[in-house]
RNA sequence: GGCACCGUCGCCAAGUGGUAAGGCCGAGGUCUGCAAAAUCUCUAUCGGCGGUUCGAGUCCGCCCGGUGCCUCCA
């Protein structure tokens, strides 16, 4: 059994055969930083930050490459309202861009190049194309001329005649066509800018992925990522420009994760409906934001509500009280002294039922239930060599998952950090109350001991009497 | 208008044509002074109507409802 991933190309569920044995080229559409990241950036990050672990976990060496645009329009006109550098704005939105997507536990890829790095190398492609005559310079900008890549549509499914009867085709007189795109911009004046054989200017958006893609990975490699809505035009403009170049595919699949919906629309800038990583973290855990976010499959819609992180943050903190347990249960024993540990938890129907799962398009939420199943397996076992290694394989598949980057007391800690600043918690209030409560337990006196506790839950607190004594959370 | 996609329990969410995973909520049992946590048990025939099939949530058609892309967008 093997991974499958879904093909947008082909519109097809694909067995993922890398060109290089063990060796995984993957390249995945970064963000503009003009902006603090929202939740679809999260997801994105997240889906892809979960096919790379994946993709490690089952043998493969992965050369990951997720660019910044850090130049567009974007970027100048917010540089102009702030009255700052172009690259001040840069430079505070990618450490932004850091600190957020950190707390989500995402992975360093292998390089994070930016655009403005690349100057060179896509000015080499302009060129290129510029010679074979598949591109045109008109009034110092530079267009691709759609008419010469005949497969022009084949990853979106449109056609070029459909895409012009269409109404929202611009009229641009400079343009030979009005699908043209552009590969080169001129610059205004006092607009960033840099040299080029056909006057100052700055690169076209698709240009970047394209010269960066195949500098870092070649004129071909494995998967190319991004959020659904950059199947149409961008990543098709990647394929004409590669194919242009080239004369080869760039990429062999092409894989795009769906996307987050407020009341079932799209989150998105510019219907302003949308939360920012840190909004959400003033009220939910990062990692519970993560779990919300990988409990549908990567290619549905998924739906973002308070009611939903509120349900994630119940399951995020039932994984974590299981894992105390299971840490708790793996101290009493001696590990080291069960033969052949590693090969067990890799056989173990755990194992194999989260590898199956994800070898099926990546189903996280099938994975989900089986930690599930395997946290109340764990739950009730009693401490012996099956339950060590269930242990393992469970806490091993949510670790692929990106989960489990805290420990249970830190979680803890933070949830109630987070929850404490909502509700303006007194704590030494809370805990004269349960001593209180626990010298009315010591004399019987049930009545007072109740009484104590329900003002306890008034003020949010739920108690657990444990043989520890008596321990409290934030409900 | 063109091209896609989606509609499964109160809510979230899986489901290769063979008889509906999992989570939240809810009900009941065990545990507990009582609770909480944990644990056990219970809770859907899949938007509608036709069709194909021995058999359909799963394929086909039509209808209803919703979304996305076609413009910057993860």
């Given at each position: 059994m093997s991974l499958k991933i879904f093909n947008t190309m082909s519109g097809k569920k694909e067995d993922f055969v890398p060109q290089k044995e063990n060796h995984v080229g993957m390249y995945v559409c970064g963000v503009t930083v003009y902006d603090y990241c929202h939740v679809g950036h999260a997801r994105a990050a997240i889906v892809f930050d979960t096919l790379y672990r994946y993709l490690k976990y089952i043998g493969n060496e992965v050369n990951f490459i997720r660019n910044f645009t850090d130049i567009d329009d974007k970027i100048i006109n917010r540089a102009n309202e702030e009255g700052v550098e172009w690259q001040e704005i840069n430079r505070k939105y990618i450490e932004a861009f850091h600190e957020d997507m950190g707390k989500l536990n995402i992975a360093s890829p292998t390089v994070e190049p930016k655009a403005t790095d690349h100057i060179p190398e896509m000015l080499e492609m302009i060129q290129s194309l510029v010679d074979q005559e598949k591109a045109y310079e008109s009034q110092g900008d530079v267009f691709y001329s759609?008419?010469?890549?005949?497969?022009?549509g084949c990853l979106s499914g449109k056609n070029i005649e459909d895409l012009k009867s269409g109404a929202r085709v611009e009229v641009n007189e400079v343009k030979q066509d009005p699908l043209d795109f552009a590969l080169w911009k001129k610059s205004k004046p006092g607009e960033p800018s840099w040299e080029s054989p056909w006057g100052p200017g700055r690169p076209g958006w698709h240009i970047e992925c394209s010269a960066m893609s195949k500098r870092y990975l070649g004129d071909t490699f494995d998967i190319h990522g991004g959020g659904k809505d950059l199947v149409f035009p961008h990543h098709e403009n990647e394929i004409a420009q590669s194919c242009g170049c080239?004369?080869?595919?760039?990429?062999?699949y092409w894989v795009h994760n769906g996307f987050v919906n407020i009341d079932k629309e799209k989150m998105s800038k510019s219907l302003g409906n949308f939360f920012t990583l840190r909004d959400i973290y003033k009220k939910y855990h990062p990692e519970v934001l993560r779990l919300f976010l990988i409990s549908s499959q990567y290619r549905s819609p998924i739906d973002f509500s308070e009611k939903n992180l509120e349900d994630a943050t119940k399951v995020m903190s039932r994984f974590y009280e299981g894992l105390a347990g299971a840490n708790e249960k793996l101290k009493k024993m001696d590990i080291n002294s069960i033969s052949e540990l590693d090969e067990k938890v890799k056989g173990h129907p755990l194992t194999k039922s989260f590898e199956a799962a994800m070898n099926d398009d990546l189903n996280t939420a099938v994975v989900m239930a089986h930690l599930n199943e395997g946290l109340r397996h764990l739950n009730s076992a009693s401490i012996n060599e099956e339950f060590a290694i269930t242990a393992q394989a469970w806490i091993n598949s949510a670790k692929v998952l990106g989960l489990f980057a805290s420990s249970p007391e830190k979680f803890e800690e933070e949830l109630f950090a987070i929850k404490s600043k909502n509700l303006n918690i007194d704590v030494e209030k809370i805990e004269k109350l349960i001593a209180d409560r626990n010298t009315a337990r010591k004399s019987k006196n049930w009545s007072e001991a109740d009484r104590c506790r329900d003002e306890l839950t008034a003020i949010g607190v739920l108690i657990t009497d444990t043989p520890h004594g008596t321990e409290w959370k934030i409900k």
């Open positions: 759609i008419k010469t890549f005949k497969d022009y080239t004369g080869k595919q760039p990429v062999r």
